[in-house]
C-alpha cells in the first residue's frame, strides 16, 4: 500500500466516522423534538424519517391548498370499501340518532358526543382535494368542526403528543400528531358539498386530514383518543405511518 | 508514479453514479407498483375511474375498483413500494445535489459536459450523429471523453429530466403543495404532476436502455470498470507495470 492511499484510507475513515455520528447526533435531535415518526418498519426506517422531519419542519402551520367552488368535482369518487357492518345499519336505520363519539384517553373530561353535540360546535368549511396513495383524487367542499376546539372542549393534558381514532369498521383506525390534530382544517366532517355527508364518503362522520393522503381520513369514526405514545406499529399492508406524501 | 495518471471518472462520479443507478431500479420497481394500483392518467386537478382518461395503460389493476377489462386483480404491494420509493428518492437526490456541487466547483461540467464550441457545428454534429447511427464503435482515445451528443445526453438527463422527475414527485404531496401551491399549479394539477412524472420515467427508461446499449457498444468490460475504479485495464497496465 502505497503512502496515497493510506492517507486517503485514514481519510475515508474519519469522514466515515463523522458521518455515522453526525446521523446519531441528529436522529437523538430529531427524537427529542418531536421529528421521528412514532412506527416504522425495519429498512426503510431512515427514509420515513427523514420525510416526517423534513414535512414537520416545513410545515407545522401551513394550510392545506384551497380550491374554488367551481372547481368542486362532479365526479367524487366514494371509493368502494367493504360494507358496513350489522351495527352500522342499525345506527343508519336509526338516523343515526344514536351515532356516538366516544373521546377518551389523556383528557380531562371524558365524552360521549351525539351528532347533535358535534353540530352544535360552529361549522365551518374548507374546500380541498382529497389525494389517494393510489393516484386519483377530487375535489369537494367539507362542512364540519375543527377537531381542535372539540379537544379543547374535552381538555387535552399537556403530555399528549397523538391521537387515534377509530372506524365503527374493523380494522379502519388511524393516528396523527398534536400539530396535525390542532391543526385549523383538521376537520370532524358530517357535510360534503353543501349536503349530508354521504355513507359512501364516510357518513356520518368522518376525519379530515387535507394535508395527509386519503387513508388517513378516516371514515365512520366513533372514538377518538388521545395519548401520549404513538401506535406501536405501522398501520395494515405496512403502510407509512405519516402519508404526507 | 502510481496515481500520476488522472482517473477516467473522479471518484464522486463513480459513487454517485452507482447510487443513482441503485436507486434508479428501486425507483423503477415501487413506481410501477404503485402505477398499478391506478394505471390511469388524467390533466388537471381531478383524476378518478368517473373521469375520462387522457391515456389508460391496457394493464391489470391491483384495486378492484379499477375498470380495466381484465377478470383479475394483481396483488397489493403498495406499502413496502411506497416506503421504498421515498427512502431511494431521498438517497437520489442527495447524492444529485452533492454530485452537482462538486460538479460546478471541481469543473467537471465545465470540461466533460459542456460542449466544445468546435463540436457545436453543424458538421460536427452530423458526424457525431453518423457515427451513431452506424454503431460506429470509438476507438480508445475516443472513449477517453464525451462525444457530443453524450454530453447533451448527460445534460439534459441531469439538469432537465431528473429535477423535473423530483418536481412532479414532490408536486403530488399534500403536504408539500401545503407550503407553496405554485408548486402544483404551475403544473396544471394534482393529476398534471402525475401525468407528467409518468412521461419523465419513459424517457428515464429510455435513457438507461441506450446508455447501457452504448457501454455495451464501446465496450461493456472497459467502461463499467472505469466506472467501478476509475481507470480502464490498458491504463493499468501501462501506469502500474502489472502483468496482464
Not at chain 1, 362522520?205 to 394535508?211: A, C, T, Y
Not at chain 2, 413500494?81 to 431521498?90: D, K, N
Not at chain 2, 408548486?183 to 398534471?192: A, I, P, R
Request: a positive charge; aromatic letters at 10%; hydrophobic letters at 45%.
Amino acid at each position: 500500500m502505497n503512502q496515497l492511499s493510506r492517507r486517503k484510507l485514514i481519510t475515508t475513515a474519519l469522514g466515515a466516522t463523522a458521518g455515522v455520528s453526525g446521523i446519531a447526533v441528529a436522529a437523538r435531535l430529531a427524537g427529542r423534538n418531536g421529528l421521528t415518526p412514532p412506527a416504522w418498519h425495519g429498512i426503510f426506517g431512515p427514509g420515513d424519517t427523514v420525510t416526517y422531519s423534513a414535512q414537520r419542519l416545513m410545515t407545522r402551520h401551513t394550510m392545506a391548498r384551497p380550491f374554488s367552488r367551481e372547481q368542486i368535482s362532479k365526479t367524487p369518487f366514494a371509493n368502494e370499501i367493504a360494507p358496513p357492518t350489522g351495527e352500522f345499519n342499525r345506527l343508519q336505520a336509526g338516523g343515526f340518532a344514536d351515532w356516538r363519539l366516544v373521546i377518551d384517553g389523556m383528557v380531562a373530561r371524558p365524552a360521549s358526543l351525539s351528532l347533535a353535540d358535534i353540530r352544535s360546535y360552529p361549522s365551518r368549511t374548507q374546500i380541498t382535494q382529497l389525494v389517494c396513495e393510489e393516484g386519483w383524487s377530487y375535489v369537494a367542499e367539507w362542512i364540519g368542526v375543527p377537531l381542535r376546539n372539540v379537544l379543547e372542549a374535552v381538555g387535552v393534558l399537556p403530555q399528549a403528543k397523538y391521537v387515534f381514532y377509530q372506524s365503527i369498521e374493523k380494522g379502519w383506525a388511524a393516528s396523527i400528531d398534536m400539530a396535525d390534530a390542532l391543526h385549523p382544517q383538521t376537520f370532524l366532517a358530517y357535510g360534503m358539498n353543501g349536503g349530508e355527508l354521504p355513507v359512501g364518503f364516510g357518513g356520518p362522520l368522518r376525519m379530515r386530514v387535507p394535508r395527509q393522503l386519503g387513508y388517513k381520513n378516516v371514515k365512520f369514526i366513533n372514538r377518538l383518543t388521545v395519548t401520549d405514545s404513538g401506535p406501536a406499529s405501522v398501520p395494515p399492508g405496512g403502510y407509512s405511518w405519516y402519508a404526507g406524501i | 508514479m502510481a496515481d500520476s495518471v488522472a482517473p477516467r471518472h473522479t471518484t464522486t462520479v463513480r459513487v454517485t453514479h452507482w447510487v443513482a443507478t441503485l436507486c434508479f431500479f428501486a425507483l423503477l420497481l415501487s413506481g410501477i407498483e404503485i402505477l398499478i394500483s391506478h394505471p390511469r392518467f388524467y390533466w388537471g386537478e381531478e383524476g378518478n375511474i368517473h373521469v375520462k382518461p387522457l391515456l389508460t395503460l391496457p394493464i391489470p389493476a391491483s384495486r378492484a375498483t379499477v375498470p380495466t377489462g381484465y377478470g383479475y386483480v394483481l396483488p397489493d404491494q403498495n406499502g413496502w413500494s411506497r416506503s421504498l420509493h421515498f427512502e431511494a428518492a431521498w438517497a437520489v437526490v442527495l447524492s444529485g445535489l452533492f454530485y452537482v456541487l462538486a460538479g460546478l466547483s471541481d469543473g467537471h461540467f465545465r470540461k466533460n459536459l459542456v460542449p466544445a464550441r468546435a463540436d457545436l457545428s453543424g458538421r460536427a454534429l452530423s458526424e457525431s450523429f453518423a457515427d451513431h447511427v452506424r454503431f460506429r464503435r470509438p476507438g480508445e482515445a475516443a472513449a477517453a471523453s464525451y462525444n457530443v451528443l453524450q454530453r447533451f445526453a448527460y445534460l439534459a438527463v441531469v439538469f432537465v429530466l431528473f429535477p423535473l422527475t423530483v418536481w412532479t414527485g414532490l408536486a403530488m404531496s399534500p403536504a408539500i403543495v401545503s407550503i407553496a401551491p405554485s408548486v402544483v399549479t404551475l403544473l396544471g394539477g394534482h393529476q398534471s404532476a402525475r401525468t407528467v412524472h409518468f412521461f419523465c420515467t419513459i424517457l428515464l427508461v429510455l435513457f438507461v436502455l441506450v446508455h447501457i446499449g452504448m457501454v455495451w457498444l464501446s465496450g461493456f468490460g472497459n467502461r463499467t470498470r472505469a466506472m467501478i475504479t476509475g481507470h480502464v485495464a490498458e491504463q493499468r497496465v501501462v501506469t502500474q507495470g502489472e502483468h496482464p
